[in-house]
């Protein structure tokens, strides 16, 4: 089997690390400057790899393999979180780029069709798994011209074109050419930590659903207004959370968490009863089932809120992304990597974290590998991996590959 240069991927590690440098960590929001200028060295790697690289109008970075035969699609992301960690996504697109050249480097697999995509805007800077849908057809040309940056408003038509990817044709999946999609990510939680394994073979991705729930009231005098009388938005909010919390736990999951990101009350003033308060909603679970309970539970006391008054309450969809299983032969092959290299000390284990491998499976076979977080942190500077473990896991993930396309070549 191939075998990968560590000293080499962590090289390239680093390397990429310093686009966008903030602390121990990195700060690369989706098509800023150090995300564009990685971008192109990116390609520029892919093309040492033997690869044959494209960015496409979405800012999809995709290299290509010549020749015929199957080919397996590995790749994540390599924009990151604001003042987020050096590994979150890009980590599994370097083990593609290493796990090409491995293949390239060795007579017997020079010519088998390893192929590497970084996707544009895994982080929502402008939409989640912006690149990722653009890629499977699930981003029309109507979302782009909607989509704007949720931090300052900028049109993502105005983002590509600074970026210098306007016009460019968007690449879109040939379910023909490819055998599947695997992907490698940090873990960004501790239950390998706590379990002491090394490698976690990914069974399913969490089911992600996000809300905007609204509640108006009466904006009125803080001072002069009785008690009685009022319509305080901020009271209808904070009784509604907190009776939510107490019915969420109540239809939960071993694994459910749920999270309330944002409060904003109106106008914001001490001396003004709010007028309208809002919070956005997220919960997240790997069954579809509990998935469902937590939607219904939501609805149900909203129904509730509405006929008891004083202030009614508003649900807008924000998004419903879905639990998604990753395929059994792509499990099985990573299991089967895992226990020739760490026997005893890898696990199943679901995603509490939603990655691109959850839209590419719309359309092909998807499978996910983790590694080791030291102390389950992520979406921080302080995020880290042993570089042991980031080596051991590219040679499994790259063993992986060649089991999956050994298989699909007979």
Sequence with gaps: MPRIDGSRLIADLKR??????????VHRPTFSP????????????MLEAGLEPTIDGIGNVIGRRPGDGPRLLLGSHTDTQPQGGWLDGVMGVLYGVEVARAFQEDPATAGVGVEVASWADEESHYMSFLGSKSFVGELSEADIDATRNRDDGTPLRDALE???????PRIAVDEQRYVGYLEAHIEQGGYLESE????????????????????????????????PIRRDAGVALVRFCTTL????????GPRSVWTVGRITLEPGAPAIIPGAAEMLL????????????????????????????????????????????????FQAALAASAETHVPGLWMSMPSAAGHD??????????????????????????????????????????????????????
């Design 16 to 25: 990429m690390a310093d686009f966008g440098r903030y602390k121990t960590g």
């Design 34 to 45: 150090q995300d564009v200028e990685s971008r192109h060295w990116l390609a520029g790697r």
């Design 162 to 168: 600074r970026a210098g990817f306007a016009g460019r």
């Design 196 to 227: 002491r394994r090394r490698i976690g073979v990914v069974t399913s991705i969490v089911g992600i659903h996000g809300y905007r729930i609204r509640f108006s009231g009466v904006q009125n005098h803080a001072g002069t207004t009785p008690m």
């Design 245 to 252: 919390y107490e019915r969420f736990a109540a239809v939960s």
């Design 282 to 329: 997220q919960f997240r679970d790997g069954e579809p089932a509990t998935m469902t309970r937590f939607e219904e539970t939501l609805y149900r006391l909203v129904e509730e809120t509405n006929a008891a008054g004083p202030c009614p309450v508003a649900v807008e969809v924000l998004s419903r992304t879905p639990p998604t299983i990753m395929d059994a032969r």
């Design 357 to 410: 491998a959850q839209i590419v499976a719309h359309r092909l076979p998807a499978g996910m590998m983790f590694v080791p977080s030291i102390g389950g942190v992520s979406h921080h500077y302080s995020e880290d991996t042993d570089e042991a473990d980031i080596i051991l896991g590219c040679q499994v993930f790259a063993d992986a590959c060649w089991r999956i396309l050994a298989a699909a070549r007979g």
